[in-house]
């Protein structure tokens, strides 16, 4: 009998800090960190308690986070990562800026935060050092 793909991550993936930063015609900007932590299936967000961010409309704000947890979910479930994704990801620190900040540039910061994550435990597994766990 053969088992499925792994779930992701296997075990809490901490303190994944990621800057987006693209500066040209249309800029982008979003700054993220975020803790993945084994969930029972699917991609869920959670903001920390107490997490504020400095940015005017603060309406965008509920769309952005949503837009990380959209890319952290189109990284996790392409078919050459091999895993199911099974995540709780919990926005620890974020920040936006008037002139870059939006659902895209949050969403590729979502998509670069899985990849770290998944490069981290890939690391783990080769047994490099500074590795998680």
């Known amino acids: 009998m053969t088992s499925g793909p792994p779930r992701f991550p ?3 993936i901490r303190g994944v800090r990621v800057l987006h930063r693209k500066q040209n015609c ?11 932590e084994p969930a ?3 991609v869920v967000l959670e903001v920390a308690e107490g997490l504020t961010v400095e940015y005017e409309p603060a309406e965008d704000l ?5 837009a990380v947890a959209a890319g952290v979910e189109e990284r996790l479930s392409l078919p050459e990562e091999g895993v199911v994704a099974a995540a709780r990801v919990v926005l620890r620190q974020a920040r936006a800026d ?3 900040s939006s659902e895209r540039a949050f969403r590729v910061a979502g998509y670069l935060a899985a990849r770290e994550a998944l490069e981290r435990t890939a690391r783990a597994e080769r047994g490099s050092p500074g590795a998680e766990p």
Not at 26 to 36: E, K, M
């Open 98 to 100: 008037a002139v870059g």
């Open 62 to 66: 509920p769309r952005f986070f949503a």
């Open 40 to 42: 029972a299936e699917g």
């Open 10 to 12: 296997p075990y809490p």
């Open 26 to 36: 249309a800029p982008q900007f979003a700054l993220i960190t975020v803790d993945f």
